[in-house]
């Protein structure tokens, strides 16, 4: 990757000139290009309607889809958006000054939600359940202004990770945010390009691009979440076992139905002792 003036987005001027940034920057850029095409997220043409929040993981997606496109990689169109809740002190002119300064095409929304959360709300209860389906159904309604086809979340490996296990620990199933979705009404997709993206690198790349990051802890809501708990689990054991995140990961695209319970998914029941021996290698090691 080159890094003169006339070969680099705005959104990379004043990038480090380091080699440990460097490396940072073209996993990130191999990775999310890795997640795009395994599950065949670009339609030549399209549009798409990216959801940027200020957060860390929200800028480096930003960056990361203008890398590849820039470059040609990505044959979209790329629309910045930011939904401005309500929430008190949320500074209104950070992202608009940005992005307006790289050069990003973009839309501000303003919808006070947060009222309405706080309404509705139990007191002691978390807000983020009802404030997320609140900007998820304005985020489609800006994406079908805009003539969007999918809206593009950035959402990383460890919140899918941290889904997964709220989900088996609190939610009785098994089930994470997928890379790719269509919404309820059938009319947009749901991306997460950074779906193989290290909470780590994404933190590392903005902080070395000294992006202005918005702290996400506005609402007042996020102490002693579900995901954080889960978050402590996943330290302590990436902590013991460095690496283990990845592993778990991996095991999400490595799902075996017949090794599973849900007669839903395998055909238990048309289970003969004539058909293929489908037993693996750990079912025959806990049986000995």
């Given at each position: 990757m080159l890094d003169t003036p006339e070969d680099i987005h705005p959104l990379f001027q004043g990038a480090p000139a380091t080699t440990e940034f460097r490396k940072l920057r073209k996993r990130l850029v191999r990775e999310t290009r890795e997640a795009i095409e395994q599950y065949s997220m670009v339609e030549r043409g399209a549009r798409w309607l990216v959801c940027l929040s200020g957060g860390k993981d929200s800028y480096t997606l930003l960056a990361i889809l203008h890398e590849l496109k820039w470059r040609g990689l990505l044959p979209v169109d790329l629309l910045a958006c930011n939904l401005d809740q309500g929430q008190p002190g949320f500074p209104a002119t950070v992202l608009p000054e940005f992005l307006d300064r790289m050069g990003v095409p973009h839309r501000i929304e303003y919808q006070?939600?947060?009222?309405?959360v706080v309404d509705k709300v139990p007191a002691g209860r978390t807000y983020c359940a009802l404030c997320s389906r609140l900007r998820r159904g304005n985020l489609y309604r800006i994406a079908r202004e805009e003539g969007c086809s999918a809206v593009v979340l950035g959402h990383h490996r460890d919140d899918i990770l941290e889904t997964f296990f709220m989900n088996l620990f609190h939610g009785g199933r098994l089930a994470t945010m997928p890379p790719k979705l269509?919404?309820?009404?059938?009319?947009?997709?749901?991306?997460?390009?950074?779906?193989?993206?290290?909470?780590?690198?994404?933190?590392?790349?903005?902080r070395a691009m000294n992006?202005?990051?918005?702290?996400?802890?506005?609402?007042?809501?996020?102490?002693?979440?579900?995901?954080?708990?889960?978050?402590?689990?996943?330290?302590?054991?990436?902590?013991?076992?460095?690496?283990?995140?990845?592993?778990?990961?991996?095991?999400?695209?490595?799902?075996?139905?017949?090794?599973?319970?849900?007669?839903?998914?395998?055909?238990?029941?048309?289970?003969?002792?004539?058909?293929?021996n489908d037993t693996d290698s750990s079912e025959i090691s806990a049986l000995r």
């Open positions: 006070d939600t947060y009222s309405i269509v919404n309820e009404e059938g009319d947009l997709f749901l991306y997460r390009p950074l779906a193989h993206v290290a909470e780590a690198d994404c933190d590392r790349f903005a992006y202005p990051i918005i702290p996400c802890d506005l609402c007042g809501s996020q102490d002693g979440l579900q995901r954080q708990q889960v978050k402590q689990i996943l330290d302590g054991w990436e902590k013991n076992s460095p690496g283990r995140r990845q592993v778990m990961f991996r095991a999400l695209m490595n799902a075996r139905p017949s090794h599973l319970l849900d007669p839903k998914l395998f055909d238990f029941a048309g289970l003969t002792t004539g058909s293929r």
